[in-house]
């Protein structure tokens, strides 16, 4: 379960600490906005980085209002290979300075695409804080989640109906990770009304899941965007992500 939201104060926002590789969401502090930069095309890890540190330096933006991130993997992981490419991942934000003494304060999402996967792990998006006068409406980020608790000795141990497929098993997938994504909107003092943007990631078929799990509670109120992509992570097959962001480009 995560803690409390932390501050933090040269990024402009405030997040939610979870595991060493992301935080479970973030949210835009007073006097500042969030804006999601989508690239054209994914952009191999390294360049990715490289070329969101051109463009904060561009704007005349900290590192640390680097903030969230889309990754678009070729296929999903095993638990080994994940935790060697977090690692990857996460000292970038070290040498940044952003990520300290083990504590990431940056939100993410990482999926495998069904359809024209990348050749290697790359950068689909990004968001960045941005000063910002009207902010009526607070910004965030919530972090990619599927099926399974985070933080544990492995996610096969936790996983909500492991290698069950079926329009049941596949319920309870949903409705724990709506649960996941409900208590940590709660844990930036937002809740699904304030959501501008919901997605689902999966390649298996929702059916009457989607009406019945999604737009009946009320977690979609206008629409759900559904990516035909797999988690991360083998045999975890459900994972959402949810924002309300002011701006959203394209570079």
């Known amino acids: 379960m995560s803690s409390p939201a932390s501050q933090f104060d040269e990024g402009g926002y405030r997040y939610l600490p979870s595991v060493f590789q992301y935080s479970a969401g973030v949210a835009a502090l007073p006097g500042f906005a969030i804006e999601r930069v989508r690239f054209a095309d994914p952009l191999p ?9 051109a463009l904060l330096a561009a704007r005349g933006r900290p590192l640390a209002a680097f903030c969230a991130c889309e990754l678009r993997s070729p296929e999903p992981f095993s638990e080994a290979g994940f935790l060697d490419f977090n690692r990857r991942y996460a000292s970038r934000l070290e040498r940044w300075g952003v990520m300290r003494d083990g504590v990431n304060p940056v939100a993410r999402t990482n999926v495998c695409p069904l359809f024209d996967p990348p050749d290697e792990p790359s950068i689909h998006a990004f968001c960045l804080t941005i000063p910002a006068t009207d902010t009526r409406h607070a910004d965030f980020v919530i972090a990619g989640g599927g099926e399974a608790k985070e933080g544990g000795a492995s996610y096969r141990e936790s996983i909500v109906r492991l290698r069950d497929p079926s329009t049941e ?6 409705r724990y990770v709506v649960g996941e994504m409900a208590r940590r909107l709660a844990g930036l003092g ?28 009320g977690v979609a109120r206008d629409a759900v965007a559904w990516h035909l992509c797999r988690p991360p992570v083998v045999d975890i097959e459900f994972e959402m992500d949810v924002r309300a962001c002011a701006i959203e480009s394209r570079a």
């Open 190 to 217: 937002h809740g699904w009304r304030d959501a501008t943007s919901v997605q689902a990631y999966t390649v298996r078929d929702l059916g009457p899941l989607v009406r019945e799990e999604l737009f009946a509670p």
């Open 45 to 53: 890890l390294e360049a990715g980085f490289d070329a969101i540190e």
């Open 169 to 174: 098993g596949l319920r309870a997938k949903v």
